[in-house]
């Protein structure tokens, strides 16, 4: 009885020890901000979705570059970055498909990818 209990025991402690190693989805907005999110596309651009704690990042390298960067606010459905530096507010609408996400502004639509390094 005592070598089971100990047993039981040993294999909650590792069940434990290892479920903080797991990264937990629960929400369409836990998911967007857990990854970096990219896409190149035919006119040259490349494009870049990352977040750092509450802030959310969207660049953009093309001849015309964008950067947009600051606090962000996430819904299931909705992005809104404050941007630092123009002082204006973006909002995105987005919908997550496994690896990719899209996300939409005023009728346009960008596909990122889930970065493979992460």
Same mark, same amino acid.
């Given at each position: ?16 020890? #290892? ?29 870049? #979705? ?69």
């Amino acid at each position: 009885m005592r070598g089971k209990l100990l047993s039981v025991v040993i294999l909650l402690a590792a069940v434990l020890s #290892l479920s903080g190693c797991v990264k937990s989805i629960q929400r369409p907005s836990d998911e967007l901000k857990m990854y970096t999110w990219s896409g190149s596309f035919d006119n040259g651009a490349y494009v870049t #979705l990352s977040f750092a704690q509450t802030n959310g990042y969207l660049d953009i390298e093309s001849e015309s570059p964008l950067h947009i960067g600051g606090l962000s606010m996430l819904t299931d459905d909705n992005l809104l970055i404050f941007d630092d530096n123009s002082g204006m507010n973006y909002s995105f609408g987005y919908h997550l498909y496994g690896d990719r996400v899209e996300l939409s502004r005023d009728g346009s639509v960008l596909t990122l990818k889930k970065d493979d390094s992460e």
